[in-house]
């Protein structure tokens, strides 16, 4: 009997790794119950249930619908040996249209953030909870995950998940230069919440 090459195994091995999850997870990472509490960068799951999970050219797809966009990617900090005589300018692209709530998906969230995610949500939804709306953040990023989930426990029936998030759109298309929500903004970092 004759084994098959070692080379050929290991192809063979990573195929089926391939299919087993999402297209950028060597792993089927299942949903938690709740909302994921770990870090925010890792593998996530191929879905979300409640939600429909969407890959870029659906995405654009469903762009007419006018579909609220919610960017929750973390915003970048000032690492902690930037020198004080440099300004500090840090610039987030994001799809055209999308409100950016840094870190709205972060869990826990203090009430205070949640209530007001929430508010801004159902403000930018006009009250339809069968709007959709979409959320994303970067690749293998649980943020998004966790504020499509807050949407669907919270009743929105036309929740989109963008997995891909703002690297995967920007391969195809433009992006935008995003500021924060000035209702998001307003609050005290997480960090003086604690």
Do not use: I
Not at 21 to 46: F, N
């Amino acid at each position: 009997m004759r084994l098959p090459h070692r080379g050929a195994a290991a192809l063979a091995a990573l195929v089926l790794l391939a299919a087993a999850g999402p297209a950028d997870s060597p792993v089927g990472v299942p949903e938690p119950d709740g909302l994921w509490t770990g870090p925010q960068r890792g593998y996530t799951p191929a879905t979300l249930t409640g939600a429909t999970v969407l890959d870029a050219g659906r995405l654009a797809a469903l762009l007419p619908d006018k579909p609220v966009l919610l960017d929750v990617v973390l915003a970048d900090r000032k690492p902690a040996n930037f020198p004080p005589d440099r300004p500090w300018l840090p610039t987030h692209r994001s799809l055209p249209g999308a409100v950016w709530m840094p870190g709205a998906g972060v869990a826990p969230l203090s009430p205070e953030r949640e209530a007001v995610f929430l508010r801004r949500v159902a403000e930018l939804t006009g009250g339809d909870r069968t709007r959709p709306v979409v959320t994303f953040c970067r690749p293998e990023c649980w943020g998004s995950w966790n504020a499509g989930r807050r949407l669907v426990l919270a009743g929105y029936s036309r929740v989109y998940w963008f997995p891909e998030g703002v690297e995967g759109w920007q391969d195809d298309h433009e992006t935008a230069v995003a500021k924060p929500d000035p209702a998001w903004a307003a609050l005290p970092p997480p960090e003086a919440e604690r």
